[in-house]
């Protein structure tokens, strides 16, 4: 009875995600409305074997390292489920692999998660405190015990697939499905994949200011250039979401650090790494980061 009232918990919690724009879910990738099967390449041309997409494992581990060069500094971010602290971003903590906040929500459901399958785990004592401080940077009830306990916590692999399981679901799965739709190959699904990250879905605000999610960024893109999906140029349509996004990060005084984009992104695609295939080398906070060319099998 009690892991089917938090299986039901999960579900009707997902929307309170809507209460941090950095950490707003998006809509389930079954929403997505369909597209094309494949991106729109500059030259016009067809693959005959279309390229792995960012769901492809070799492409999702790129994915992740580039998000944790920007999230962590470290491209080991397997080492990063048990990293949590206070940024001073005004969302309380931020936890594990992709920066889970409580402020956000989206932490209360990892451990949710965590809870169901593992009753009686060291972190579930502080639900009650989760579901407090939800929309505010608040420690209350949480503290050096809370933390402590979630670096133990995350030795426990249970932990460590909820937090996988809550990534594919409220951040990767979605962006993805939506690049699909929008026509995007590998580069510009993750493009859209480090924007949820960041941003979330829907727009937030904080101290009466209204912070672009990723929605607010894409129809700021689509009004600037077409998607390849609408016949548009992927070059062209990615320059004008990355244009919206730094425009929005500029706005918000804890992500006014633009280097993920501008010395990362916008380098691979300038160089018309549309596939997103490695080498890649680029440069977040002033740290260089490379990944090697993948070693013929």
């Not at 001073?88 to 594990?96: H, I, K, V």
């Not at 790494?273 to 906070?285: Q, S």
């Amino acid at each position: 009875m009690l892991h089917a009232l938090r299986r039901l918990l999960l579900v009707l919690l997902a929307p309170l995600l809507a209460l941090c724009a950095a950490c707003t879910s998006g809509p389930a990738a079954s929403t997505v409305p369909g597209g094309p099967g494949g991106p729109s390449r500059p030259n016009g041309t067809a693959s005959s074997a279309p390229p792995a997409g960012l769901d492809d494992p070799a492409k999702k581990e790129i994915a992740m390292r580039l998000v944790s060069s920007a999230e962590n500094s470290s491209l080991d971010w397997k080492a990063q489920y048990d990293y949590i602290e206070d940024i001073n971003d005004g969302r309380g903590y931020t936890a594990g692999i992709i920066g889970f906040c409580t402020g956000c929500g989206d932490l209360l459901l990892v451990v949710l998660r965590y809870t169901d399958a593992r009753p009686g785990n060291a972190l579930e004592r502080f639900l009650p405190a989760l579901r407090a401080v939800r929309g505010s940077a608040s420690h209350e009830g949480l503290g050096g015990a809370f933390t402590d306990a979630w670096r133990k916590a995350a030795e426990d692999p249970a932990l460590r697939k909820a937090q996988d399981e809550e990534r594919d679901r409220a951040y990767f799965d979605p962006a993805v499905t939506r690049a699909k739709a929008d026509g995007l190959g590998t580069l510009g699904q993750f493009i859209y994949f480090d924007a949820y990250v960041m941003h979330g879905y829907g727009d937030g605000t904080r101290d009466g200011t209204v912070e672009a999610g990723f929605r607010t960024i894409r129809e700021q893109a689509l009004r600037k250039a077409e998607s390849p999906a609408r016949g548009g140029d992927e070059t062209a349509y990615l320059d004008a979401f990355l244009d919206a996004r730094v425009a929005a990060m500029r706005d918000e005084p804890s992500h006014a650090d633009i280097s993920r984009v501008e010395t990362a992104q916008r380098i691979f695609l300038d160089r018309g790494n549309l596939d997103l295939d490695p080498p890649l080398d680029w440069t977040v906070y002033g740290d260089r980061y490379r990944i090697a060319a993948q070693s013929p099998k």
